[in-house]
């Protein structure tokens, strides 16, 4: 089954700084990778996934992440954050097919003027 | 457009009573997913559906059961609810299974005394 791993519980990062949050996945097999986001008091939020083709994926506000097959990550990093970012980030993963997704712990970013 | 909807907001429950979390989407998602969110542990699924008249079990189904009589609604039901239960409740939904997007709802703060 697969697994994922989130090595930061929490990051604190100073405003306009670059961040980047960290994710690894259990297997090498052909995989789905997201990450989402959750602001305060809301649901999850789709941010960005990679399905196929170019390993590096953007998302709307400035995010991205790379697929790194030989080292099994899919790390998501911005060059300047802002206050607005603060959130919890999850990295999800899902085995192609009709598998749920699998939830990493979170990291939760905070942002620090 | 509502999207994915959960009642209660919110419930204070003393333990040994039965309880369901209401989740319903208009936006006709083949699949549903329930999830408990717990600090330090992330999102966990507890039951999911890839289509009406299925149902199967994720990481966490113990103490909890679900049904999906028709395409928009997904109940989950604790049975007799135990302290442990107590967490926020997450249902999502979903296209179809594995690389669709999943869409969540506002999400149920449950308290179990």
């Known amino acids: 089954a697969q697994s994922v791993t989130q090595l930061d519980s929490q990051v604190p990062v100073f405003e306009e700084a670059p961040v980047e949050l960290r994710c690894n996945y259990s297997s090498s097999v052909s995989v789905y990778l997201f990450w989402y986001v959750q602001y305060p008091n809301q649901g999850l939020q789709l941010l960005l996934k990679y399905l196929s083709g170019s390993t590096l994926v953007e998302s709307i506000n400035g995010f991205e992440a790379e697929f790194n097959k030989s080292q099994t990550s899919f790390h998501l990093r911005k060059p300047s954050v802002h206050i607005s970012d603060t959130a919890e980030y999850f990295c999800?993963?899902?085995?192609?097919?009709?598998?749920?997704?699998?939830f990493g712990k979170g990291t939760r970013l905070s942002v620090i003027a | 457009i509502a999207g994915i909807t959960q009642a209660p907001t919110s419930q204070i429950l003393a333990a040994g009573r039965r309880m369901t979390l209401r989740c319903t989407q208009d936006m006709r998602h083949n699949a549903m997913y329930w999830y408990r969110q717990d600090l330090g542990l992330g999102l966990r699924l507890i039951h999911y559906?890839?289509?009406?008249?299925?149902?199967g079990k994720g990481e966490v189904p113990d103490g909890y059961s679900v049904s999906r009589a028709n395409t928009d609604d997904f109940p989950l039901t604790l049975a007799s609810a135990v302290p442990s239960q107590t967490s926020v409740y997450f249902c999502?939904?979903?296209?179809?299974?594995?690389?669709?997007?999943?869409?969540f709802g506002p999400g149920t703060r449950l308290t179990v005394l």
């Open positions: 999800a993963v899902s085995d192609q097919g009709n598998t749920p997704l699998v």
């Open positions: 559906s890839n289509t009406a008249g299925t149902t």
């Open positions: 999502a939904s979903s296209v179809g299974g594995g690389p669709d997007e999943q869409f």
